[in-house]
């Protein structure tokens, strides 16, 4: 790769001006009004490499509502609180089945397929709660966010945050139902609350990609040489983010991308390259799946511009 | 790497040790007599790695019945006969599902959700059969993996074949199913019974090693210099193994091993560490979900000494 | 029937006397606590024939919990408000599922299968809502149960309503769950907090087979001479109790009874004999799908006694 | 109904009337050739009072295909035959699915929820089977039929069986897959190709009504005076044909028609008024679930007129 490197500013800059030329943006999520507000216009990529330099292109300093994406970030906040017990209340296989799907639920009485659908993220969500009051453990993960970017500015946006909360019925009826089995230990609205809250994370991507860098360096921030995980534990949740990381459209996703991945339905979604890079994208249009569409192309192009996919050159 | 190979003899010799130790061998399927049969305490390991060094140890010469790790090959073979066409009658997706289950086919009319299932593996079959006799499919078939592992001696047991012809209802009712929805073109006697014998070709790990190293290095066979599939559509088909290789396993595999890789109730497991190595286990004690359990820990254990994961050092 | 009305004493005489006798109780619903402290011994059997003579034994006057047979009267009182609009919000199929199944609503959109499961009870006490406050709600559906009842002392217990709101988790998931389809139109909160308070509605058999009589009798209360539905509407809740009054136990139910009636969770099933008889059954104990053990089989033997079964001689 | 019983024949009279001129006549079913061949204008009603007093209109005399009518009568044959053994291989509860759904099987280990759906009249059929050769039991079953109808011209249309046997994907897909659970113990051919003949039995209303005579008086036919079976085994069939007799439409049949009754895909539907009448309808047009759509429209009409609705006057 190291012949490539100086290529990757220009290889991110064609991306961003092609990006912004495509007529095929994708349909902006509208389920709380806080995002439908945002401009189908906007698309940002950064990519930070190994040594730390930076290539980023588009509206890269706009903070979004990351949405999902902040599932990666609680995971390894609650695998960091109570290790492999965690696995005792989500699983950690692909679902098969829409985000918000319920059906598996009840056939495996309450335990979730795995952290990344909205009912293994609230099941991770209550173990960070964990018998604190819902401000207390929002400002745990808040402070996590910050430490992982090494950003004190990153906020939560709390319009999206009280959205979420007033139209959410879905979630609620998730954890409720969860709650029923005994999968959810702390009351239902105090998790929710934090679920929503995290949900309503305000970050760029040069934040987020800043923030993410340890999953793509064996667990340890470069910049702040201090390590998040161990690099087993950062493998894990790699392979987590490839095989559920989208949905029902994780499948498409590793086959055509070949990055392990997270998508939110604000249209962001987070990569990282083992070794080599850590990437964020933001295209607000989302395709059917409910992932960036334009997001998605942009990986992939990056992807086999740069030979960076886990699955071979 | 290149300072580590000269230790991947010794890596693969310790395993092997190891293994042949351990009492937890998990249980040898007895879904048709022939595979009851087998000795459980058979064990082998291969890895051959890019320069077509080979690290071997235990039984990998013995041959044993590949079952589902055929369907990589009648995938790569079938991609080669009608291109991406083939997605239309079959998916992309883990299926969250037991590797024979016939609910995901009612809901999606018919169409398979990967060609990893067994039903996809089906309807990947019809389309190697498309109109010729089964006969001439079958050879077809045993002449590409003959090719692919430049051995001659490659064979089906057609004791195993026939087995699962008197046995395979399943089968039988998911190939009627997909009949049902026009997803079968073929004679469903015709497609099934070259299903059973891809499934009943034997192989020993040094042949299936060989065979599969097309997929380490993109697409083209290092000891040959013949070039199989494009680089992309191998980095396609090592993704697919790892989303969907190992049936509603293929989650907690991905979060071991890291590696793209296919397993069948034979014991075997194929895997490969792009641009490294092409690999090929066999222990036939299975583990609750019908991958080899042995062959699971031996590749969790390789993956951790070499480094190999495709997640991050 | 005139022949027979002589005996119809001693025969509820001799069932109440044999099952006051038997071992085989089932087990107390327990979950919610004022469920389980009741009684296991407690048995009351109740029929009312079309001339106004009762046949009781037992404790049947004795109020217990109706549960779930508050939906025959919630059915009816919707009926009344909005005729048949109200199938826009609910089906008329047995749904093969337990009584709190989530499944079916995935599939259909959050139309419940019918009124008599949970989900379907919520969506017509939703109707009663419509746009008014709880409190008038609950007093609504009181009134309606003491005006059919003749029985101005009839009453909620307000520990078992208060119980079901704190612990009642899988049918606010219910409820949640149809609200993000839009099948609920008031806060969640309103119509949950007047289902659980009318299924808390306390009877004894005698209040019960009274206030059903107008099911037996073409829409019309012989006591009272008052119609409550048209002959048309009570045969179609008749129909709607044989095939789905007893969740997936109605079958079972159908079988070997042969009379349409409705179970609740409190141990009581109200039954009839078109034309005939209103019948009120309570045995605490519950068999596997929920309906109680010994209810059945009084009514079984009733029905075999009396020849009263819809399905013949 | 005495005073009622000189009207029966105008009754019917008219209703065959009304019904010839409808427009609204369904859709013939298609999905095997000799099915769709037929008129779509033919229209039959035969109404046998308890006297044997025959009120007939339209094409009753006209044979048609029987096909899942034949259900109720391989029941009968199959409970003789080895009693309530037959409920260790098949359920007695309404699916909720459509009628050769296959979801269920995989939830319930291979067991049919009731003999009504396709894949519960296969399992009794295997019964009938039960070791010898096809063409013994359809012998048998066809001998059944004669003596119930008391008719010996009564015969199976080869060409529709054997149009079933090359098209019925679906149907060969249920039989393997409960074979593979062991619910099937037949070779599966056998099995199938008795169904197939069964359900190609072709019968004219008017023979139809009179082979169910004993349906509708407690077992035995009053034509020929022989009991076919006991009272209460006629009052289960029934209270089956009410809960299961119609597949997912069995609800809305109960809700709207009140009677117990069988449809068939060929457009004919058997019902029985309890201790009154035994009613055979055929109209070829079916609705969207599969049900003729003139016949139970015809039905609902019989049954308000004549006010024998099993729910009520």
Chains 1, 2, 3, 4 share one sequence.
């Not at 993960?141 to 500015?153: S, V």
């Not at 604000?266 to 395709?287: E, N, T």
Request: hydrophobic content about 40%; overall charge positive; aromatic content about 8%.
């Amino acid at each position: 790769m190291s012949s490539q490197t100086p290529d990757l500013k220009s290889i991110v800059g064609e991306i961003v001006g092609d990006m912004k030329k495509r007529g095929d943006k994708g349909k902006v999520a509208t389920y709380i009004p806080e995002l439908a507000n945002v401009d189908p216009d906007m698309f940002a990529l950064v990519v930070i490499d190994a040594k730390g330099d930076v290539a980023a292109g588009g509206d890269f300093e706009t903070p979004f509502s990351i949405q999902s994406i902040s599932k990666v970030f609680t995971l390894t906040l609650a695998l960091g609180m109570v290790g492999d017990r965690l696995w005792r209340r989500v699983g950690r296989e692909p679902s098969g089945n829409p985000f918000n799907s319920i059906v598996q639920l009840e056939r495996e009485r309450g335990v979730p397929r795995n952290p990344f659908i909205n009912a293994g993220a609230i099941a991770v969500t209550d173990v960070i709660v964990s018998g604190h009051q819902p401000r207390e453990a929002i400002g745990e993960i808040l402070r996590f966010m910050r430490f992982l970017a090494d950003d004190h500015t990153i906020a939560i946006d709390r319009a999206v945050a009280d959205s979420e909360k007033r139209t959410g019925f879905r979630n609620v009826a998730l954890a409720n139902y969860m709650k029923s089995f005994g999968v959810i230990e702390n009351p239902v609205d105090f998790t929710l609350g934090v679920y929503f809250h995290h949900c309503a994370i305000s970050m760029s991507c040069l934040q987020l990609a800043r923030a993410g860098r340890y999953l793509a360096h064996s667990g340890r921030n470069p910049a702040t040489g201090l390590s998040v995980v161990s690099p087993e534990r950062a493998r894990r949740i790699n392979a987590l983010m490839l095989t559920c990381g989208h949905y029902d459209g994780s499948g498409e996703f590793a086959y055509r991308v070949g990055l392990p991945g997270k998508s939110g339905v604000g249209g962001g979604i987070f990569a990282i390259a083992p070794g080599k890079a850590s990437i964020a994208v933001w295209a607000p249009g989302l395709d059917s799946a409910g992932n960036s569409h334009l997001g998605r192309i942009a990986l992939e192009t990056l992807a086999r511009r740069t030979g960076w996919s886990i699955f071979g050159v």
